[in-house]
């Protein structure tokens, strides 16, 4: 490693960077030898590391250090919606390279340390806007290996996107950890976030490593609510929204995770005690156009 810029070019083991775009996610565990920064952008996926389980949201970053024994659980995807993320492996020697370019008393290894909330990074989301264009920088540059300087280039930017995940890093390290939430919160928020998608209680116990009766009694202990009921009142809220913003039940149904119109249309009136096109009548949100100034 220590000819890495005399000859001009990063070996091809010290630092990959991938696009991953996929319908179905590889089963199995997996342990590397080196660094991994993944960087989630799209699709209800979670990882469980060393008996942990996270559960992950887009702009999300899992950093593992070498060694760490780690899988990924996630229903199929349609074509339309699949999976995205970045997967940055690098190699102990290339760490060692970069950390003397960091201040005194700073390891760029401290950023793969467990955390309060483990391996997981959640950043504000600012920080997380630059933080993927970062890595996008990085993406495009190693496309492009015929370029002048480009080791030079490459380690440059590849340092200055670690620099900016330790400062990121240092500042989250006293936020409130997610492991402190129980089952509940976890199965809430996923359902919270992906309540569009196709969800079933199977999935859910299958996703979050329980058993679904476990599954059943935790949440409904935790919240009063089963969990298909749950699902099925985030559905209706969700519909309620578009309808206010004038979509039509025709396709608000669909947007919102319902598959079928009839049973929808029956779990509409029966909560809200009218049907959808009766409750965008009363409730539809009144535009501003030039028309009405």
Not at 75 to 102: C, H, K, S, V, W
Not at 232 to 251: F, G, I, T, Y
Request: charged share 25%; hydrophobic share 35%; with cysteine.
């Amino acid at each position: 490693m220590a000819d890495l810029l005399k000859n001009g070019h990063l070996p091809a083991e010290a630092f990959r960077l991938v696009y991953l775009r996929m319908t179905r996610i590889p089963g199995g565990w997996r342990r590397h030898p080196d660094y991994e920064i993944f960087y989630h952008m799209n699709g209800p996926i979670a990882f469980e590391v060393e008996g942990e389980l996270y559960p992950l949201q887009p702009g999300d970053f899992l950093l593992l250090p070498p060694g760490v024994e780690h899988r990924a659980t996630g229903p199929q995807m349609p074509e339309e919606t699949p999976y995205e993320g970045a997967l940055m492996r690098l190699e102990p020697e290339l760490i060692d390279y970069i950390e003397p370019l960091f201040d005194d008393g700073k390891k760029i290894s401290d950023c793969f340390a467990k955390r309060k909330t483990g391996y997981l990074l959640r950043l504000p989301r600012n920080q997380r806007r630059i933080n993927g264009g970062m890595m996008k920088r990085l993406y495009d540059a190693l496309k492009m290996p015929e370029q002048y300087g480009h080791a030079v280039n490459i380690v440059s930017l590849l340092a200055l996107f670690l620099v900016n995940l330790y400062n990121n890093d240092a500042e989250f390290r006293n936020q409130r950890s997610a492991g402190d939430r129980n089952l509940a919160e976890n199965v809430r928020e996923y359902i919270d976030r992906y309540y569009a998608s196709p969800l079933n209680l199977d999935q859910l116990a299958e996703l979050f490593f329980v058993s679904k009766y476990h599954l059943m009694h935790d949440f409904s202990h935790s919240t009063g609510i089963s969990v298909y009921r749950y699902i099925m009142q985030r559905r209706l809220q969700a519909v309620c929204e578009l309808l206010e913003k004038d979509v039509p039940p025709s396709e608000a149904y669909q947007q919102c995770g319902f598959r079928d119109y009839a049973n929808f249309y029956r779990a509409f009136r029966s909560a809200l005690g009218q049907s959808p096109r009766e409750y965008a009548q009363t409730h539809r949100k009144d535009t501003v156009t030039e028309n009405n100034l």
